[in-house]
């Protein structure tokens, strides 16, 4: 056991009068199965960058032992999977490459293909088993499960829970939960590290948002209720101050020390309770800071003239000789959320490519409701760029909704002034996902909309799922989201 010292870390990008980090300090114990949470663009890759030595940067960060980054970059993927691998790590053993590829059910066979052949998941899998053959490194892993089917996932997670040394950056609930023991947490003013896995700590952030919100709210009060009590003592002194040089209703004279004690009392008490005012202000401005914005989102699907949208009677889709999904059966209705779960090369890409309108080979019976209209969302997004204004104008949305969206999904008022290509992958989602939920629709497909996306984001599309129940048929990799969103799962 060693330890991961920081020590008031301050760093902001070159040109950027925001810092990312200020004056933080942490300890990470290098045994820790470390999960790393937060919203998109909150620094977490920034961090792993800072481990590795990439920035310059105040303050200090020590440790006795070496990083290692994943994804590695493959330099050759043309190259054979051995050799990729001993390009990763030449001097690695055989038999323990062979252990971990076993712990991770790849078969030795692909070793000898070419890398760039081998599926996404495999891909994932080979440079997993190459990260943990390093000694006296401590591992970061920086969202390993964006090309993994939900099998995959849960072969993967067990995988880590065998393993201890790392820190892994992942916004699937499910995953975090199978795999940590840890949670590093970038808040909206701090840093913070709880034992325990991602449901652990989501239940005491809840509890603590929920006690700060219930605080809030009584000093809030408590503040009207000695404002208003100070401005009655206040005005009651100087009324009182004002009958020194007046008369009784008898005529006879006013003691002035009698008036100028009262007077003088009440001006004591009103400000004491300006004091205890100030002071509840003091403690009311301590609150809420690390509560995230989770406003609610709008979406207004429109009705289909008909209960059914889309029927499919055993369908089979080819491309040239080979089928890339055979025998489909099922139905869309209006009101359903449908999710197509399969493993990866199963078919769904195949399936919405065809539902939204692509000139696709198949047999079987395809219907679709005439004029239906349909928002997608892709999982690419390598055509994103431009400002924001001219995209919502390209594609005839409404901008003020488009960008009221996302800043509820936690944009700042400064990346709207950027270009969308210089977005993360989670911020480029969230573009994505936004115009489809600005896009008047009978069926919305969304084709892994979750990739990259931060876990309080994807908390907050979910309610708006099960809030506005609009009619969508989607593929995700989530676990939880799958099980909390669908109405109807089809397995391929």
């Not at 019976?365 to 004029?371: A, D, E, V």
Request: hydrophobic share 35%.
């Amino acid at each position: 056991m060693s330890m991961i010292n920081v020590t008031n870390l301050t760093f902001a990008h070159d040109g950027s009068y925001d810092y990312i980090f200020e004056n933080v300090s942490f300890q990470i114990d290098t045994d820790w199965k470390l999960g790393f949470t937060g919203r998109n663009g909150r620094g977490k890759t920034t961090f792993m960058n800072l481990l590795l030595g990439k920035y310059e940067y105040d303050g200090n960060i020590s440790a006795s032992v070496s990083f290692e980054y994943f994804p590695f970059h493959v330099e050759h993927p043309e190259y054979l999977t051995t050799d990729v691998v001993e390009e990763i790590y030449p001097d690695y053993k055989q038999w323990e490459l062979m252990r971990e590829l076993t712990l991770l059910q790849v078969s030795d066979d692909v070793l000898y293909r070419p890398f760039n052949t081998l599926s996404n998941g495999e891909q994932t899998k080979i440079l997993l088993a190459a990260l943990f053959l390093k000694e006296n490194s401590f591992l970061l892993i920086d969202e390993p499960t964006n090309h993994l089917d939900m099998n995959a996932r849960k072969l993967v997670s067990q995988y880590l829970n065998s393993k201890s040394g790392f820190i892994l950056v992942s916004h699937d609930r499910t995953f975090l939960d199978d795999c940590v023991d840890h949670i590093l947490s970038i808040n909206k003013t701090n840093i913070e590290i709880q034992k325990g896995n991602f449901s652990d700590w989501w239940e005491n952030k809840e509890r603590q948002d929920n006690y700060e919100l219930a605080e809030n709210d009584k000093l809030r009060k408590d503040i009207k209720r000695l404002s208003d009590a100070a401005k009655r003592t206040n005005n009651w002194s100087h009324e009182v101050e004002k009958t020194k040089n007046g008369t009784r209703n008898s005529g006879s004279k006013v003691d002035k020390g009698y008036v100028g004690h009262k007077a003088a009392k009440m001006m004591k008490r009103s400000k004491s309770m300006e004091q205890r005012q100030q002071s509840a202000i003091d403690d009311k401005s301590k609150l809420l800071k690390n509560i995230e914005s989770s406003d609610s989102l709008k979406i207004s699907q429109l009705a289909y003239h008909k209960p059914q949208l889309v029927e499919l009677e055993h369908v089979t889709i080819y491309y040239g000789e080979k089928e890339a999904c055979s025998d489909i059966s099922f139905t869309i209705e209006q009101g359903e959320r449908i999710a197509l779960s399969g493993k990866n090369g199963s078919g769904k890409s195949s399936l919405i490519k065809l539902i939204c309108g692509e000139d696709l080979t198949y047999t079987g019976t395809f219907r679709k409701g005439s004029q239906l209209k349909i928002s997608y969302v892709s999982q690419d997004t390598s055509h994103l760029q431009g400002n924001l204004t001219d995209y919502a104008r390209d594609h005839g949305i409404d901008e003020s909704l488009f960008k009221a969206i996302l800043r509820k999904l936690d944009f700042s008022r400064i990346q709207f002034e950027k270009d969308i290509s210089a977005f993360s992958g989670g911020q480029k989602k969230k573009v994505l996902i936004a115009k489809s939920l600005c896009e008047k629709a009978h069926l919305h497909i969304w084709d892994e909309p979750l990739n990259f996306i931060d876990v309080i984001s994807r908390m907050q599309i979910e309610e708006l799922l099960l809030e506005h129940s609009p009619t969508i048929l989607f593929v995700e990799h989530d676990r939880a989201f799958c099980e909390n969103i669908a109405t109807k799962i089809v397995e391929l």
